[in-house]
């Protein structure tokens, strides 16, 4: 009995101190950028704060996945709020990048509002590519709740659901709002080729070649209510983002508007300015599934343009953050 007593009681003693060297030795790694995962209020998102801020600028990260977690951590550590938020093909949310409800992220924006490391008058919304139009989107529709917009590779339009090869066929609006689609450019869905690359570039100009369908479409980035930042590269071959954000600038111009706006375009630069700058990468291509079959795409820029475009977008997002925090 007593050696039983004994058993037990040594166990115990083992599991404490493994427990407590687990704490001690989290402790010490600890750097201060935790993520805290977010399910409640009707979305899902990680949030990444350092353990002691309050009251800070905050960067919502729209599309989530490892950009926004790499960005989220990247802000966190120079004690800003990241909000990585993904919004589709996620547990508990829509597998198809189509008929988004804008009040999914409104929801995550009125959360933020309430937490002690946000300071709710300066929250923001970053994207790049697709997510980008839509971090315009949205900061267009909530000029109350969010005061900037970081955009890399923008469109200065909203489209169909069909530009994307994995939607569904049916023509529909990728975003709605009150149930109301959000205006968009109708486009068919692109063709496969005889060969096993396919060239992007042209299926998203011809959609901007019809005047009357891009005015209808065109964001009211006139409505934002704070700074706005573009970066692009002037070799995208995924999609005219430099075209685009010309067009942005026009509509800026045209409208009056009162806030900072900046366009960067960077030469020799393509698709993938806003991956991380200390770890470049080497792909030049990504892959398509259309029909059944696997296309290859270009990115567009060169490895050493896209490396340079990094290193100085990076700098040019945290200026923009240090001086929203300063106005």
């Known amino acids: 009995m007593n050696r039983k007593i004994k058993i037990i009681t040594g166990s115990v003693a083992i ?23 977010v399910s409640e209020n009707g979305f899902r998102a990680t949030l990444f704060s350092n353990k002691n801020t309050e009251n800070r600028p905050t ?6 996945g490892h950009w926004g977690d790499y960005w989220g951590q990247e802000f966190a550590k120079s004690n800003y709020v990241g909000l990585s938020l993904p919004y589709y093909r996620k547990a508990g949310l829509p597998q ?6 804008l009040e999914y992220f409104e929801k995550a ?8 490391e946000v300071n709710p008058n300066k929250i923001i919304v970053m994207g790049a590519s697709r997510n980008a139009e839509l971090a315009l989107l949205i900061a267009s529709f909530f000029p109350n709740n969010i ?16 530009v994307l090869p994995f939607n569904s066929d049916s023509v529909k609006p990728s975003w709605t709002y009150k149930n109301q689609a959000v ?12 060969t096993s690359t396919i060239e992007t570039l042209t299926y998203w100009k011809n959609g901007l070649s019809d005047s009357v369908a891009v005015s209808n479409a065109a964001i009211t980035v006139e409505n934002i209510n704070g700074p706005i930042l573009l970066l692009s590269g002037a070799d995208d071959e995924v999609w005219p983002s430099a075209m685009m954000s010309d067009m942005i600038e026009n509509r800026i111009k045209m409208n009056n508007f009162h806030f900072d706006f900046e366009n960067i375009k960077y030469e020799n630069a393509g698709h993938l300015i ?3 700058p200390n770890n470049p990468s080497s792909i ?20 050493t343009g896209d490396m340079e475009a990094q290193k100085d977008a990076a700098q040019r997002v945290f200026k923009f953050l240090s001086k929203l925090e300063n106005d």
């Open 15 to 37: 599991v404490a101190l493994l427990i407590f060297g687990y704490f001690w030795l989290d402790n010490i790694l600890f750097d201060g950028v935790k993520p805290k995962y």
């Open 109 to 116: 924006v009125l959360w933020l509002k309430e937490q002690p």
């Open 96 to 101: 198809l990048m189509e008929e988004i409800p």
């Open 183 to 194: 205006p968009y450019i109708v486009m068919d869905k692109i063709k496969g080729t005889p």
């Open 147 to 162: 005061h900037g917009v970081i955009a890399f590779n923008p469109s200065s339009v909203s489209w169909s659901n069909t």
């Open 284 to 303: 030049r291509q990504g892959k398509m599934d259309i029909g059944g079959n696997s296309y290859d795409f270009n990115f567009g820029g060169t490895e």
């Open 274 to 276: 806003s991956s991380n």
């Open 59 to 64: 960067i919502i990260l729209i599309g989530g």
